[in-house]
């Protein structure tokens, strides 16, 4: 039997095979087992009091007591006192009975604070787990959300870099369209100002240029003459030799005139068989010596390319703006149209002397109105 047997065996009244038992084992139970020994004396002193040997009860209680108290084992001892409080009331000692009441009530409360107070502590220990684990789970899912971010981060660094190179061509492409736009536009208007064929400055532009040194030459009060040369029935050139021929007359022609001027900016095509030469700073004598020199030299010019039986020759006139000498600051000519118009009166007369030489327009002198 058990001490769990032991504990029926008191509780069905078996008290004597109960107390058979406990003698049977306070034979071999050592006073120093005092786990074993402590909870026989309770037992037996239980037996003793079932059977009313209350002296007996008592003094196998005080043993067990003295064990009790010796393991520090609160609940046998509460078990003790109980049955002590029991045993002394039944002995009629109602001061003791309650001695053993209070101290077993004191014991109790003992054992249900230091049972609270660790159940506060497991309370804790599991709040503080909780807490440990709720914030370990909050830091994973931080730290997921970084991963997270440094991947969009990533990816935006991708995206950015396409986005940097696609700009970067988008760029270049546009560069290209706009640097051959102004290259077409620049050309244009290279065309626009060219004349086809002997490539000089057309009429437009060699007038627009005109009248810049027509101004500049006011300004200056310096002398600014010009030279309108046309080549002499150029109309049986191309219709003895051919138009062909007749556009390599009008090259040879062209480069003589750039010659004498040595600035391609200075000399213009203004019409079919008709040239005109710019010279600023020059006074008419000059631009007079300058006209011959151009007429004797076209007229000498049996061009390589040319037939022998080509007579090309071109009349001039001259026309030159200079301040009248007895007045300042006056002038023959307002603006360019009028010294132009002078320097092709003075071509028509050239014409009308017969061709192949140079006429100057005369500067007459003008009222001051
Ligand atoms: N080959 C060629 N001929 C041109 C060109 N431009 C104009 N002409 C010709 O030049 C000729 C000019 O003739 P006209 O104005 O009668 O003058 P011209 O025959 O030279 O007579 P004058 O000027 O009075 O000496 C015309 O036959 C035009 O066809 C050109 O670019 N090439």
Redesign the pocket.
Known sequence: MSHFGVEFGIKLNRLNEAEKYLTEAAAVINEKDLADYSFMKLFMGNIKFQQAHYEEALTELEQGEKAFRTLQNDRGLTQLLQLKSDVYAAMNNLPAAYGALLEFVALTKKIDDNSFSHQTTELKVKFDTSRIESENQRLIENQNLKEQELALLEKNKSLQHIILLLTGFILTIVSIFAYKQVQRNRQLQVIALTDY?TKLPNRRHIYAQAAQYFQQALKQQSPFSVIIF???????I?DNFG?EL??RA?LTIASAGKALTGNKDLIGRIG??EFLILLPNTDAERADELAHQLQAHISRLGAEDLPAELKLTVSAGVATLAPQTNTENTYQDKDFASLLKRADDALYEA?NAG?NCVKAARNEAVSES
């Open positions: 064929l046309d080549a002499d029935h150029f109309k049986k191309n138009h007749g556009d009008l079919g068989e014409k061709r």
